[in-house]
């Protein structure tokens, strides 16, 4: 049986590699700042409520030994890190620094998945986006995941750590309160959609059990030389599409209006090349209909509307 240390374990991506991992039998141990009553405890062998960069992150390694780490604390919102750049350089790099620090003074031959973004590639100028595509960002969440890579990359080449970067697209799912498919459900809960932008956007969108099962893909195959893999569904999805699908799913007469208002440091389209995650056997497994439904109805629920 391996075991899986998670950081960021109370996280809307930390919670959906606890399902994942778990289900296949993996033995978790979670850090967090969150307090245990707020955290899955009932996928984990042991939770370490840590707020990093800590020293006691060095403890829990020496004492859990896992065969694996999945990076994914910290901040992951561009309106945010041009608010406060210093407050998401504090929670990206330094803490990934710590990390990567940690597992080097343990000693222990464990691998590290670090949670990186497609922010690295900015505002692409041709699609689809592979991995060899110049990094261009265009948020400082953008430029402080880019460093976070460097950093693997750094240590994968000086000490010899395994590693390995999942460029995650537009992840959603049930449990995440923020970016445009919550938004746009949410609204649709309220009886009308109004969204920023022309509807002409477009984004890659990627179930969390599907990055879940990308992050197991890529721990059980890649070679782990600070390795980078985009990890999305491999279709392009405009914003108006996700609306309308909304709106059909829920009240086909509500009314939807977009504000043509432009979102800072945002792309205007994404669409990934995956074949080289597909290289490592990963398929995606969740259909965007099928998916944008289970957030609608958890909508539902959480704001007691069901």
């Known amino acids: 049986m391996s075991t899986l240390l998670i950081t960021g374990v109370a996280g809307f991506l930390g919670r959906a590699f606890a399902r994942e991992f778990a289900a296949a039998g993996w033995t978790i141990i979670g850090t967090d700042i969150a307090a245990p009553e707020n955290v899955p405890l009932d996928l984990l062998q042991s939770y370490h409520q840590i707020t990093l960069p800590s020293l006691q992150l060095l403890e829990t390694l020496a004492t859990h030994r ?5 990076h994914s604390a910290g901040r992951a919102s561009v309106p945010l890190s041009f608010e406060s750049p210093d407050a998401d350089f504090a929670s990206g790099p330094v803490v990934t620094a710590n990390v990567l620090e940690a597992i080097r003074k343990s000693g222990i031959r464990t691998k ?27 948020s400082p969440y953008g ?3 880019r460093i976070a890579e460097l950093l693997c990359e750094q240590y994968t080449t000086c000490f010899g750590l395994s590693t390995a970067v999942m460029r995650i697209f537009s992840a959603y799912g049930p449990g995440l309160r923020r970016q445009v498919v919550y938004d746009t459900c949410r609204q649709a809960i309220h009886g009308r959609i109004s969204l ?7 984004r890659d969108f990627i179930h969390c059990a599907d990055v ?19 990890v999305a569904n491999g279709e392009e999805t405009t914003v108006a599409a996700l ?13 939807l209006d977009f504000r043509h208002q432009k979102s800072h440091g945002m792309p205007q389209r994404w669409l990934a090349d995956i074949q080289k995650l597909r290289s490592l056997g990963f398929a995606p497994s969740i259909r965007f209909e099928k998916g944008v439904a289970g957030v609608l109805k958890w909508c539902a629920a959480d704001v007691g509307q069901v």
């Open 112 to 138: 590290l998945i670090l949670c990186s973004s497609a922010a690295v590639y900015g505002d692409p100028q041709s699609l689809p986006v592979s991995e060899h595509f110049p990094t261009a960002p265009i």
């Open 143 to 145: 430029y402080h995941k």
């Open 66 to 70: 896992p065969d694996l780490v999945i």
């Open 212 to 230: 879940a099962k990308a992050a197991r893909c890529i721990a059980e195959n890649s070679s782990m030389e600070a390795d980078i893999y985009n």
């Open 243 to 255: 609306a309308s699908l909304v709106k059909a799913q829920s009240d086909p007469a509500m009314t």
């Open 196 to 202: 920023y932008g022309s509807g002409e956007e477009s």
